[in-house]
């Protein structure tokens, strides 16, 4: 299957910013619902940000609502999520996922990334 590759992952201290990008090869993202999740260690996986398949709403978490932004870039079938003023608490393998089964963003999405990871020091 044609993979969601994770990148922009890295160590930040507190405070500071990264974007991270997600890139698609062989399907349109268009179709597909997209998300962000994340997964600490220890941690149940969770859903961070969401454009739904039939409308452009993009939904956010409460834990990232106000710091961290989700874009699409049809041309380039990427996805990208700008995280700010990020604490120790956003540590965690970052994924990006997709669907078109129900084009909505849940734990059973058709396509997952492998994850990047975002460390964020105090």
């Known amino acids: 299957q044609v993979p969601l590759v994770e990148s922009g992952g890295g160590l930040v201290q507190a405070g500071g910013s990264l974007r991270l990008s997600c890139v698609a090869s062989?399907?349109?993202?268009?179709?597909?619902?997209i998300g962000w999740f994340r997964q600490a260690p220890g941690k149940e996986r969770e859903g961070l940000s969401c454009?739904?398949?039939?409308?452009?709403?993009?939904y956010y978490s409460s834990s990232v609502k106000g710091r961290f932004t989700m874009s699409r870039d049809t041309a380039k079938n990427t996805v990208y999520l700008e995280m700010n003023s990020l604490t120790p608490e956003d540590t965690a393998v970052y994924y990006c996922?997709?669907?078109?089964?129900?084009?909505?963003?849940?734990?059973?999405?058709?396509?997952w990334g492998k994850g990047t990871l975002v460390t964020v020091s105090s």
């Open positions: 996922a997709a669907d078109s089964t129900y084009g909505r963003c849940y734990r059973a999405m058709d396509y």
């Open positions: 062989g399907l349109t993202l268009d179709g597909y619902a």
């Open positions: 454009i739904g398949r039939d409308d452009d709403t993009t």
